[in-house]
């Protein structure tokens, strides 16, 4: 790898080697050395035996880690991971005895509370890892309902992220397919419903709303049978999405680059696809800013895309193709545009994980296909609805809140058209469609 151009590396090449108007490319290089700064803060916890170390394994190639020093006396229990820009906080979880829970907890909580040099908290994101082998779970609510949700700031939501890891040993090994490594639909069943628990739980003591993932980490304490990962797409996926879209780059260099890692997934969206969008919005929205570039982007990023693409290029799997592939995908002209008929109810599946056939999406389609084409205005709501949705839904993923966002619209429109359509009015939910899209249309200036 060392005759290999590092990504951040490559991106600076291309900006200074650009052939545009020295004007832009200052821009681009401000841009760009701002987003080179940023550190990623991740901490990493969970009660004792879920899972945590062979989590980290999985993501991040932490061999290569440097452990971190001079870090707080009062914090010495909570290890510090340097890589590059990407920072893992790993944090002792609760489960070890009242006392070394009390500590833990104190410790946790500074943590959560330390600000960085322009007075920001200093950690990103909180991932809490729980052991999907126990129903025993009360240390981990105790953890996140009293220690963590509590000192998280403001933005809650959006900066703690549930992972229920363990998945193939969740019914004690029973209803894996171990040939094609992903779960029977017995033990499906018995996740998705672990996976509701835990978020009522939490909503319940905390009034935060979380979406939990389960996964495997794949990795087991030495000794025990390895397996490859499962879901890990997924759990990094996620991980990109709730981090600050400007710290998003450092990611890319620091991903675990052995490809067997990332082969095993619900399929539930292509995540690799979703990958890609977040970090275009992290080119779009903060190294593009206030650069008119124009068509020249797909030309200038070459090499960048080339050391994304032998970054990720195990993450997107090989049939995109690492390399020249990935890096026309990330750096193409359409940057931050790409959304393949992405429109709001699709939107909204895909920020709750359903996919692209999900019960909802199908009888939507039906409604619009069979009912409403058929009415004297529904062509023109129609079209309005593909001339604006699209630019509705890119300013909603711009927004800290977006999961909010998506949730109130469903809460307050879409579930209850869906009611409508299931019992046969489809004149009230046309009207409650047309409600909401007029809504939408004043909020986007908000958002704009």
């Known amino acids: 790898m060392k005759d290999e151009k590092k990504f951040l590396d490559a991106m600076e090449s291309d900006i200074m080697n650009a052939d545009i108007p020295e004007v832009e490319k200052n821009k681009l290089m401000k841009n760009f050395l701002q987003l080179k700064e940023q550190k990623i803060n991740l901490m990493i916890t969970g009660a004792t035996g879920c899972g945590k170390s062979s989590t980290i394994n ?9 452990v971190g020093v001079g870090v707080d006396p009062e914090t010495m229990d909570i290890t510090r991971y340097d ?8 944090s002792p979880g609760l489960g070890d005895g009242k006392e070394a829970d009390n500590r833990h907890g104190k410790n946790i909580i ?36 009293s220690v963590i ?18 998945a193939d040993v969740a019914m004690k090994g029973r209803y894996w397919d171990y040939e094609n490594n992903r779960p029977e639909p017995p033990l499906q069943k018995f996740l998705e419903e672990k996976v509701t628990s835990v978020q ?22 030495e000794g025990m049978p390895q397996s490859r990962p499962y879901n890990l797409s997924k759990l990094l996926y996620y991980i990109i999405k709730f981090t600050p879209k400007e710290k998003r780059l450092s ?3 620091n991903i675990n680059r052995n490809d067997e890692m990332w082969k095993d997934n619900d399929d539930l969206r292509d995540y690799s696809k979703n990958i890609l969008k977040e ?26 895309g080339e050391a994304a693409g032998r970054a990720i290029g195990g993450v997107i799997g090989a049939g995109i193709g690492a390399g020249k592939a990935v890096g026309k995908a990330v750096w193409n002209n359409t940057i931050g545009k790409i959304v393949d008929g992405c429109y709001i109810t699709t939107a909204i599946c895909e920020e709750f994980g359903k996919p692209d056939d999900c019960y909802e999406l199908t009888t939507f389609r039906g409604f619009r296909d ?30 800290p809140n977006r999961t909010a966002i998506y949730q109130f619209i469903n809460e307050n429109y879409l579930s209850k058209c869906l009611l409508y359509i299931e019992n046969g009015e489809n004149e009230k939910c046309k009207n409650l469609y047309i409600e909401m899209m007029e809504y939408l249309y004043k909020e986007q200036e908000k958002w704009g």
């Open 149 to 166: 949700i509590p000192n998280l700031g403001q933005d809650k939501e959006n900066r703690i992220l549930v992972a229920i890891n363990q």
């Open 200 to 221: 009522r739980r939490i909503k319940e003591g905390t009034g935060v709303n979380v979406t939990p993932i389960y996964y495997s980490a794949g990795f087991k304490e």
């Open 251 to 253: 990611f890319v260099e």
């Open 279 to 304: 970090l275009e919005e992290t080119i779009s929205d903060c190294a593009m800013e206030g650069a008119d570039i124009g068509g020249d982007i797909g030309s200038i990023f070459g090499s960048a």
């Open 370 to 399: 069979n009912w409403l084409k058929q009415q004297p205005d529904g062509e023109m709501l129609i079209t309005r609805y593909y001339d604006t949705a699209p630019k509705i839904v890119d300013l909603i993923n711009k927004q």
């Open 83 to 90: 890589l590059d820009n990407l920072v893992l906080w790993d």
């Open 110 to 145: 500074r943590k959560l509370n330390e600000k960085d040099e322009n007075g920001n908290l200093l950690i990103d994101l909180v991932l809490v890892i729980l052991d999907g082998s126990t129903r025993d779970l009360g240390t981990s609510y105790e953890l996140i309902n």
């Open 58 to 66: 999985a993501l991040f190639n932490t061999e290569v880690a440097k």
